[in-house]
């Protein structure tokens, strides 16, 4: 059974830095795109950054306009871990981010949400001006 458990969401001053992780267990699959989303209150859940993953290795990295340039998305040499590193925080960053899971993906549909069939609880991050 595959298992994301994230982590690593606090609250921070706009400007300041987080990195979220995102544990992953149980994915037999080589092939695969795992990645982060978040969503804030009243808003719909949008994509952040995904990696695309074959044979163990990133074959690329996606992300969305707001998150290019402040956050990098990575993974621990063993493949367990995804982390997702923030840095010049907004206020508008402010949202739950979630770790999910799909058996594909591409440059046109990384972020859509219904390709991704695993998904973590979310952890709460909170960006104050």
């Known amino acids: 059974q595959v298992q994301l458990v994230e982590f690593g969401g606090g609250s921070v001053q706009a400007g300041g830095s987080l990195r979220l992780s995102c544990t992953a267990s149980?994915?037999?699959?080589?092939?695969?795109?795992i990645g982060w989303f978040r969503q804030a209150p009243e808003k719909e859940r949008e994509g952040v950054a995904t990696?695309?993953?074959?044979?163990?290795?990133?074959?690329?990295?996606y992300y969305s306009g707001s998150a290019a340039g402040r956050f990098t998305i990575s993974r621990d040499n063993a493949g367990n871990t995804l982390y997702l590193s923030m840095k010049s925080l907004k206020p508008e960053d402010t949202a739950m981010y979630f770790c999910?899971?799909?058996?594909?993906?591409?440059?046109?549909?990384?972020?859509?949400?219904?390709?991704?069939?695993?998904w973590g609880q979310g952890t709460q991050v909170t960006v104050s001006s």
């Open positions: 990696l695309s993953i074959n044979g163990g290795n990133v074959l690329n990295a």
């Open positions: 149980g994915y037999t699959r080589s092939r695969y795109c």
């Open positions: 999910a899971a799909a058996p594909y993906c591409g440059s046109a549909s990384w972020y859509q949400t219904d390709l991704y069939n695993y």
